[in-house]
Nanobody, 122 residues
């Protein structure tokens, strides 16, 4: 009933930029947060950035000053502007939303997108 669809991944050179987008659709009543996680083979999925309603965004230390998260609440969309990319940013990036739907049990729950590959390489 809820779908998160990411776009904007791809290939970038070190020092380059990419912008990820994620649109949430479906039976959405309230969105508490929308954010981005990333995962590389053999490692746990880690938080990159989180845009929490009514609070300041959170960033992983490794991306502070380089990545910027923003939300368009009217469009249920979250963006991740990634600048000064380095090879260590290579990963599959997943959109996540913590939201309440119009269906029972009317409690916050987490939803994931399918992931988009970001590759930083010469």
């Amino acid at each position: 009933q809820v779908q998160l669809v990411e776009s904007g991944g791809g290939l970038a050179q070190p020092g380059g930029s990419l912008r990820l987008s994620c649109i949430a659709s479906g039976d959405i009543h309230i969105i508490h947060s929308m954010g981005w996680y990333r995962q590389t083979p053999g490692k746990q999925r880690e938080l990159v950035a989180d845009a929490i309603t009514g609070a300041s965004p959170k960033y992983a230390d490794s991306v502070k000053g380089r990545f910027t998260i923003s939300r368009d609440n009217a469009k249920n969309t979250v963006y991740l502007q990634m600048n000064s990319l380095n090879i260590e940013d290579t990963a599959v990036y997943y959109c996540h939303a913590d939201l309440v739907t119009y269906s029972p049990p009317y409690e916050p729950d987490g939803y994931w997108g399918q992931g988009t590959q970001v590759t930083v390489s010469l």
